[in-house]
């Protein structure tokens, strides 16, 4: 798939989770996370519960969902907290030129 412009890299705010519906990235919805360290790319589903990891809370490069307090690792998307045991999904992300380019990456 080719890389998506999802916007400009002020737009995604420090430690907090942006929202990328379906429409955008032609498959699930995807949670972006921009960090001191770097931006990030997960499906916006949590594995355990299917609830928005969007809206989850965003520390030390882990978002926790906002149900039932699952963490994943926003580098690689492994479990780093129960309940969940499935690791979430990444998608490729980086900035160009100051704009943040997404990389969906579903399978097939």
């Known amino acids: 798939m080719t890389s998506i412009d999802i916007g400009a890299e002020e737009d995604f705010p420090i ?3 942006v929202y990328i519906g379906h429409d ?13 360290e770097g931006i990030y790319a997960l499906n916006d589903r949590c ?5 928005s990891l969007s809206e ?12 039932h307090a699952s963490s994943f690792c926003l580098a690689n998307g ?4 129960l309940p969940a045991t499935q690791d ?5 992300v980086e ?7 997404l990389t969906p990456e579903f399978d097939a």
């Open 95 to 101: 900035v160009v030129d100051g704009r943040v380019m």
């Open 78 to 81: 492994k479990v780093l907290g």
């Open 88 to 92: 979430a999904p990444t998608h490729t």
């Open 56 to 67: 989850g809370w965003v520390e030390d490069g882990t978002v926790e969902c906002p149900k």
């Open 47 to 51: 594995t355990h519960g299917n609830y």
């Open 15 to 17: 430690e907090e989770g």
């Open 24 to 36: 955008v990235t032609g498959g699930e919805p995807i949670a972006v996370f921009r960090t001191e």
